[in-house]
């Protein structure tokens, strides 16, 4: 079974999940792509790193289980979430919960990101993974969001927990949204 991000629910609200995320390393990917496309596009680097791609972090660091060349567990679920750069995406999968360190990427479109630990909102959706469909969630979770008195920041982050032949109807989906809680 695939291992998930894990992280603890800290209370339901009309509309999302408030949860919390330990700090977490991303390998992550920035495409040139439109939002259908820029999830294949991406999980083609991700994927190469993970099954080897990759060489090790560096004298006496600690790093995730096995040797670099050597593929790396995969996770759930792929983000996608605007970059910076217009028009592009960034792709991106949480590495394994042991994970301290990971092996430097061989693919140098392929970056190793450090999250802090976070306050996060989650609508959980099924369907199919069509701009529209996320939209129209995305748009659902920061009203309920913003009615619930807490305050949206940063880009929200589409999650896909299932692969590709998975019928859309049994996928499971989130949009995620970090916050900050009324008082903060």
Same mark, same amino acid.
Request: net charge negative; charged share 10%; hydrophobic share 45%.
């Given at each position: 079974?695939? +291992?998930?991000?894990?992280?603890?629910? &800290?209370?339901? !609200?009309?509309?999302?999940?408030?949860?919390? !995320? %330990?700090?977490?390393?991303?390998?992550?990917?920035?495409?040139?792509?439109?939002?259908?496309?820029?999830?294949?596009?991406?999980?083609?680097?991700? !994927?190469?790193?993970?099954?080897?791609?990759?060489?090790?972090?560096? +004298?006496?660091?600690?790093?995730?289980?096995?040797?670099?060349?050597?593929?790396?567990?995969?996770?759930?679920?792929?983000?996608?979430? %605007?970059?910076?750069?217009?028009?592009?995406?960034?792709?991106?999968?949480?590495?394994?919960?042991?994970?301290?360190?990971?092996?430097?990427?061989?693919? %140098?479109?392929?970056?190793?990101?450090?999250? %802090?630990?976070?306050?996060?909102?989650?609508?959980?959706?099924? =369907?199919?993974?069509?701009?529209?469909? !996320?939209?129209?969630?995305?748009?659902?979770? &920061?009203?309920?969001?913003?009615?619930?008195?807490?305050?949206?920041? =940063?880009?929200?982050?589409?999650?896909?927990? /299932?692969?590709?032949?998975?019928?859309?109807?049994?996928?499971?989906?989130?949009?995620?949204?970090?916050?900050?809680?009324?008082? /903060?």
């Amino acid at each position: 079974m695939t +291992e998930q991000q894990p992280y603890t629910v &800290l209370g339901r !609200y009309p509309g999302f999940e408030l949860r919390h !995320y %330990p700090a977490h390393l991303l390998a992550q990917v920035t495409v040139n792509a439109g939002f259908q496309g820029a999830g294949n596009t991406g999980f083609r680097h991700l !994927y190469a790193y993970i099954t080897g791609q990759n060489s090790s972090p560096g +004298e006496g660091a600690p790093h995730l289980a096995g040797t670099a060349g050597m593929p790396l567990a995969m996770t759930a679920p792929v983000l996608l979430e %605007p970059s910076p750069v217009p028009g592009a995406f960034i792709v991106a999968f949480v590495l394994p919960a042991a994970a301290t360190a990971a092996p430097v990427p061989e693919d %140098p479109a392929v970056s190793i990101v450090p999250v %802090p630990g976070q306050a996060a909102a989650a609508l959980s959706f099924s =369907g199919r993974w069509s701009e529209a469909n !996320y939209q129209s969630h995305r748009a659902a979770l &920061l009203a309920a969001v913003s009615a619930a008195g807490f305050t949206a920041f =940063g880009n929200p982050r589409f999650a896909r927990f /299932d692969p590709p032949f998975r019928p859309w109807f049994l996928r499971r989906n989130e949009v995620v949204q970090d916050v900050e809680e009324p008082g /903060d």
